[in-house]
Protein backbone atom coordinates (compact mmCIF):
# COMPACT_ATOMS: atom_id res chain seq x y z
CA UNK A 1 0.00 0.00 0.00
CA UNK A 2 1.79 2.84 -1.07
CA UNK A 3 -0.45 5.62 1.17
CA UNK A 4 1.42 4.19 4.28
CA UNK A 5 4.65 4.41 2.40
CA UNK A 6 7.92 6.15 4.91
CA UNK A 7 9.94 8.00 2.84
CA UNK A 8 13.87 8.41 3.51
CA UNK A 9 13.93 11.79 2.53
CA UNK A 10 15.23 14.39 4.74
CA UNK A 11 13.30 17.42 5.36
CA UNK A 12 15.08 20.70 3.81
CA UNK A 13 17.48 22.14 6.75
CA UNK A 14 15.98 26.84 6.69
CA UNK A 15 17.44 29.62 7.82
CA UNK A 16 16.02 33.18 8.40
CA UNK A 17 15.23 34.69 5.26
CA UNK A 18 17.88 37.15 4.36
CA UNK A 19 16.27 39.52 2.23
CA UNK A 20 13.32 40.58 4.78
CA UNK A 21 15.14 39.75 7.85
CA UNK A 22 12.34 37.60 8.45
CA UNK A 23 8.84 39.40 8.02
CA UNK A 24 8.02 37.98 4.83
CA UNK A 25 8.13 41.41 3.75
CA UNK A 26 9.95 44.09 2.02
CA UNK A 27 9.69 47.72 0.96
CA UNK A 28 7.37 48.04 -2.59
CA UNK A 29 9.93 47.78 -5.97
CA UNK A 30 7.24 49.76 -7.47
CA UNK A 31 9.38 52.59 -9.93
CA UNK A 32 7.40 55.92 -7.81
CA UNK A 33 6.20 54.49 -4.74
CA UNK A 34 6.96 56.13 -1.41
CA UNK A 35 5.42 54.32 1.82
CA UNK A 36 2.67 53.20 -0.02
CA UNK A 37 1.67 56.26 -2.36
CA UNK A 38 2.44 57.40 -6.10
CA UNK A 39 1.88 60.41 -8.08
CA UNK A 40 -1.77 61.43 -9.17
CA UNK A 41 -2.11 60.31 -12.80
CA UNK A 42 -4.31 63.40 -13.15
CA UNK A 43 -3.18 66.54 -14.20
CA UNK A 44 -3.03 68.60 -10.62
CA UNK A 45 0.29 70.06 -9.87
CA UNK A 46 2.59 67.52 -8.12
CA UNK A 47 6.12 68.15 -6.21
CA UNK A 48 7.91 65.83 -8.92
CA UNK A 49 6.39 67.53 -12.06
CA UNK A 50 7.30 70.87 -13.68
CA UNK A 51 9.88 73.23 -12.85
CA UNK A 52 9.77 74.35 -9.14
CA UNK A 53 11.56 78.18 -8.31
CA UNK A 54 12.04 80.46 -6.17
CA UNK A 55 10.44 83.97 -7.06
CA UNK A 56 10.73 87.08 -4.66
CA UNK A 57 7.03 87.69 -3.88
CA UNK A 58 5.82 90.14 -1.41
CA UNK A 59 3.62 88.80 1.55
CA UNK A 60 5.74 85.18 0.78
CA UNK A 61 8.58 83.57 3.13
CA UNK A 62 12.20 83.80 0.52
CA UNK A 63 12.23 80.31 -0.03
CA UNK A 64 9.13 79.24 -0.96
CA UNK A 65 8.98 77.41 -4.78
CA UNK A 66 6.59 78.72 -7.38
CA UNK A 67 5.68 77.13 -10.72
CA UNK A 68 5.06 79.55 -13.59
CA UNK A 69 2.17 79.03 -15.76
CA UNK A 70 1.93 81.17 -19.24
CA UNK A 71 -0.55 83.68 -20.06
CA UNK A 72 -1.01 86.05 -22.62
CA UNK A 73 0.60 88.63 -20.59
CA UNK A 74 3.09 86.79 -19.35
CA UNK A 75 2.62 84.03 -16.03
CA UNK A 76 0.92 83.50 -13.40
CA UNK A 77 2.36 81.66 -10.41
CA UNK A 78 1.06 79.19 -7.71
CA UNK A 79 3.22 77.87 -4.82
CA UNK A 80 3.90 74.49 -3.38
CA UNK A 81 0.96 75.03 -1.02
CA UNK A 82 -1.44 74.40 -4.29
CA UNK A 83 -0.12 70.79 -4.55
CA UNK A 84 -2.85 68.83 -5.50
CA UNK A 85 -5.18 71.54 -7.76
CA UNK A 86 -5.19 72.05 -11.16
CA UNK A 87 -4.17 74.77 -13.51
CA UNK A 88 -5.80 75.39 -16.35
CA UNK A 89 -4.57 77.54 -19.24
CA UNK A 90 -8.02 79.03 -20.78
CA UNK A 91 -8.24 81.81 -23.62
CA UNK A 92 -4.23 82.76 -22.41
CA UNK A 93 -5.29 83.24 -18.87
CA UNK A 94 -3.78 80.23 -16.25
CA UNK A 95 -6.98 79.55 -14.01
CA UNK A 96 -6.75 77.41 -10.53
CA UNK A 97 -9.82 75.55 -11.18
CA UNK A 98 -9.61 73.79 -7.68
CA UNK A 99 -8.78 70.30 -6.25
CA UNK A 100 -7.81 67.61 -8.63
CA UNK A 101 -11.16 65.28 -8.73
CA UNK A 102 -8.77 61.71 -9.05
CA UNK A 103 -6.78 62.27 -5.53
CA UNK A 104 -8.69 64.89 -3.88
CA UNK A 105 -6.51 67.69 -3.94
CA UNK A 106 -3.49 65.14 -2.31
CA UNK A 107 -1.62 64.72 -5.45
CA UNK A 108 -0.99 61.28 -4.42
CA UNK A 109 -2.59 57.96 -4.77
CA UNK A 110 -2.17 54.82 -3.68
CA UNK A 111 0.10 52.36 -5.18
CA UNK A 112 -1.67 49.77 -6.87
CA UNK A 113 1.51 47.54 -6.63
CA UNK A 114 1.10 47.27 -2.16
CA UNK A 115 -2.07 48.52 -1.80
CA UNK A 116 -1.15 52.12 -0.53
CA UNK A 117 1.08 49.40 2.28
CA UNK A 118 4.33 50.62 1.14
CA UNK A 119 5.19 46.63 1.30
CA UNK A 120 5.05 43.58 -0.49
CA UNK A 121 5.70 39.92 -0.49
CA UNK A 122 9.32 39.03 -0.14
CA UNK A 123 9.94 37.86 -3.12
CA UNK A 124 12.83 35.70 -1.74
CA UNK A 125 10.75 33.88 0.32
CA UNK A 126 7.22 34.24 -0.66
CA UNK A 127 6.23 35.57 2.55
CA UNK A 128 6.83 32.74 4.12
CA UNK A 129 10.27 34.37 6.30
CA UNK A 130 12.67 31.20 6.17
CA UNK A 131 14.56 30.05 2.85
CA UNK A 132 16.76 26.84 2.16
CA UNK A 133 19.90 26.95 4.19
CA UNK A 134 22.08 27.23 1.43
CA UNK A 135 20.68 29.99 -0.35
CA UNK A 136 22.74 33.14 0.23
CA UNK A 137 21.53 37.01 -0.72
CA UNK A 138 24.96 36.07 -3.43
CA UNK A 139 23.54 32.88 -4.92
CA UNK A 140 19.98 31.81 -4.53
CA UNK A 141 17.37 30.51 -7.02
CA UNK A 142 15.55 33.50 -6.94
CA UNK A 143 17.90 35.42 -8.88
CA UNK A 144 17.55 36.30 -12.41
CA UNK A 145 21.25 36.22 -12.84
CA UNK A 146 22.83 33.62 -10.93
CA UNK A 147 26.85 33.25 -10.55
CA UNK A 148 28.65 30.64 -12.30
CA UNK A 149 29.48 26.99 -11.20
CA UNK A 150 33.21 26.85 -11.75
CA UNK A 151 34.74 23.33 -11.61
CA UNK A 152 38.75 23.53 -11.48
CA UNK A 153 41.01 20.91 -12.59
CA UNK A 154 42.18 20.37 -8.92
CA UNK A 155 39.65 19.54 -7.83
CA UNK A 156 37.99 22.79 -6.40
CA UNK A 157 34.74 24.23 -6.98
CA UNK A 158 33.96 28.00 -6.96
CA UNK A 159 30.51 29.62 -7.13
CA UNK A 160 31.34 33.34 -8.49
CA UNK A 161 31.09 35.48 -11.32
CA UNK A 162 33.72 36.62 -13.81
CA UNK A 163 34.53 40.10 -13.20
CA UNK A 164 37.67 40.63 -15.79
CA UNK A 165 39.35 38.92 -18.24
CA UNK A 166 42.99 39.97 -19.33
CA UNK A 167 44.54 36.98 -21.85
CA UNK A 168 44.87 33.63 -19.81
CA UNK A 169 44.05 35.86 -16.58
CA UNK A 170 40.72 35.77 -14.85
CA UNK A 171 39.41 37.80 -11.69
CA UNK A 172 36.16 35.85 -10.32
CA UNK A 173 34.06 37.00 -7.23
CA UNK A 174 33.17 34.80 -4.81
CA UNK A 175 30.32 35.28 -2.22
CA UNK A 176 33.46 36.51 0.39
CA UNK A 177 36.47 37.60 -1.74
CA UNK A 178 37.93 37.84 -5.50
CA UNK A 179 40.02 35.36 -6.81
CA UNK A 180 42.94 35.24 -9.52
CA UNK A 181 42.93 32.03 -11.81
CA UNK A 182 44.56 31.49 -15.32
CA UNK A 183 42.02 30.12 -17.60
CA UNK A 184 44.08 26.59 -18.31
CA UNK A 185 43.20 25.78 -14.09
CA UNK A 186 39.46 26.04 -15.19
CA UNK A 187 37.85 22.42 -15.82
CA UNK A 188 34.39 23.41 -16.92
CA UNK A 189 31.98 26.54 -15.97
CA UNK A 190 28.31 25.82 -15.68
CA UNK A 191 25.50 28.63 -15.28
CA UNK A 192 23.20 28.26 -12.65
CA UNK A 193 19.41 28.43 -13.81
CA UNK A 194 17.98 31.74 -12.43
CA UNK A 195 14.46 32.62 -12.36
CA UNK A 196 12.95 33.98 -15.32
Known sequence: DASGAETNSPAVKTKPCFRCFPTGEVQCFAKSCFRGHVDCPGPCMKASVGKWEKIPTPGHRPDELWQKFPTKDGYKAWTQAHLGEVVEVRNGDAVNIGKCKICGGSSQVSCKTCGGRGLVKCPICDGKTYVPE?????????????????KLKDGRELIGRKI??????????????EVG???????????????K
Do not use: M, V, Y
Request: charged share 30%; proline share 7%; glycine share 4%.
Open 134 to 150: DWTAFDNPRLKDRPSRF
Open 164 to 177: SAIGSSLRIRTATN
Open 181 to 195: LDASEIASEEKQPGA
